[in-house]
Structure formats: structure tokens, C-alpha cells
């Protein structure tokens, strides 16, 4: 008990500053849209990937190295996602989560642990559209929500870039760091369903389109799509 008093204390202490991330997600993943707190900044990964990781394993990662229309920081949110599916034990260590005892760090090493060669996420020039669109709606107009600023709900929205059976959206407002949203959307502090987390890490995705779009000189809107591959010939 005093130990898990401390972790959280210290996880507390550390904080830097606040985002907010929401899911929404369809068929029989239905979440209910949740604010938290956001994970503090840390270390740049990559040198640490290079340890844990061997080449094939992040060349079989790095889905989205050849997509044109995403920026490197796109691409590598992409690449982090992937490396967690690929092997989830290694992400823990890449977390440095392995002795954690603060509750959502704890569960998110419980579920990753458990986690090994799920399908590779890869983009699609379509749903990297939509999430496109969605993060300039968000940004134009000052909000933050899964329905587009006209009332279209998520579901209608996204069908109408990518005809996809089971879909699902993060969004996260923060810095644009793809690392530590990442680590916050994994990490999902504070939502109980942990909807960030399962959408990143379920195998039924296969497909995923994503936006980092500035909004203010602290805070940029991400977007996250994801689907399976049902949409590819329609």
C-alpha cells in the first residue's frame, strides 16, 4: 500500500501539463467518450528500439514509410502503434512500465504482455483523409468531439471516405509529440474502459489513417481511424 502510495504521488508530481483524448468506437465496441490527464514527456524512444527490437522487426513495423500524403511524425505514430502490436512485452520495457504500480500503467503491462504478432496496422491514403478532415473541423471551429461541427456523427462521417465493418476513432488534443501520444492513448489514465488503449492494440484493425494538425502554438489535434481492411476494393 505505501508503495502503490508513492508511484502515484510521484506519477502526480510529474505531471507537466494536461490533454484530452476521447474514443468512439462502433459494433460491439462501444465506449462512452472520457477525459484524462496526460502522460509527462520522456525520453525519445528510437535509441531504446534499436536495443529492443531487432531490424526486421521494426522494417515489418514501419507500415507507413512509403505513404506520401503523411508527415514523418505521422508516419511515425504509425510505427509506434505497430511495435506494440508486433511484441508487447518489448513495448513494456520501451515504457519502462515493467515494475509499475500505479493502476493504469499495471493494466496497460498486464494487456501488453499478452500481447504478440497482432496484424500490422496499415494506412490508408482514405481513412488518413478522413482523420484529415476531422482534425481541421475540430481546429476550425473549436472543438473536441467525434461528431463533425455539422452534427454528422463519427460513423456517417467516416463512411463516407472509407466503407470499412468494424470502425473506430481516437482523438487526443495535446502536443504533437507522436510519442508521448502514443504513451498517453496507450497509457489512458483515467478512462476505465481504456478505449484508447484497445482500439491501438485490436487485432480486428488492420487498417488505420491519422492526423496531427496544429491548432495553437501549445496544442495540436490528432486523430486516429481505424478499420478493417472491408473498405479496400469498394
Not at 531487432?54 to 505497430?82: G, W
Not at 478522413?130 to 452534427?151: E, L, N, R, T, V
Not at 482523438?171 to 488503449?197: C, K, Y
Not at 489513417?209 to 502554438?217: D, E, K, L, Y
Request: aromatic share 14%; charged share 25%; with cysteine.
Amino acid at each position: 500500500m505505501k508503495k502503490y502510495f508513492f508511484d502515484k504521488l510521484l506519477f502526480v508530481l510529474t505531471m507537466l501539463f494536461f490533454s484530452t483524448s476521447c474514443t468512439n468506437i462502433f459494433d460491439d465496441f462501444l465506449v462512452d467518450d472520457q477525459e484524462g490527464p496526460e502522460i509527462p514527456p520522456f525520453i525519445e524512444p528510437q535509441p531504446y528500439i534499436d536495443k529492443l527490437y531487432t531490424k526486421e522487426q521494426q522494417d515489418k513495423a514501419n507500415t507507413a514509410k512509403d505513404a506520401a500524403y503523411l508527415s514523418d511524425k505521422e508516419k511515425y505514430m504509425i510505427f509506434l502503434c505497430n511495435l506494440a502490436r508486433l511484441d508487447g512485452q518489448k513495448y513494456v520495457d520501451l515504457l519502462d512500465i515493467r515494475t509499475a504500480t500505479y493502476e493504469y500503467a499495471a493494466s496497460l503491462r498486464e494487456t501488453l504482455d499478452t500481447v504478440k504478432d497482432y496484424p500490422m496496422l496499415y494506412p490508408n491514403e482514405r481513412l488518413c483523409e478522413a482523420a484529415a478532415f476531422h482534425a481541421d473541423d475540430m481546429k476550425s471551429h473549436g472543438i473536441f468531439q467525434h461528431s463533425s461541427s455539422d452534427g454528422t456523427n463519427f460513423y456517417e462521417r467516416l463512411k463516407r471516405f472509407y466503407d470499412g465493418y468494424v470502425m473506430s476513432e481516437n482523438i487526443h488534443r495535446g502536443p504533437q509529440n507522436p510519442s508521448l501520444i502514443v504513451r498517453t492513448l496507450l497509457i489512458d489514465d483515467g478512462v476505465p474502459s481504456v478505449g484508447h488503449r484497445e482500439n491501438i492494440l485490436s487485432p480486428k484493425f488492420t487498417r488505420i489513417g491519422v492526423a496531427i494538425h496544429f491548432s495553437t502554438s501549445s496544442e495540436y489535434y490528432c486523430v486516429q481511424d481505424f478499420s478493417d481492411d472491408a473498405g479496400d476494393e469498394k
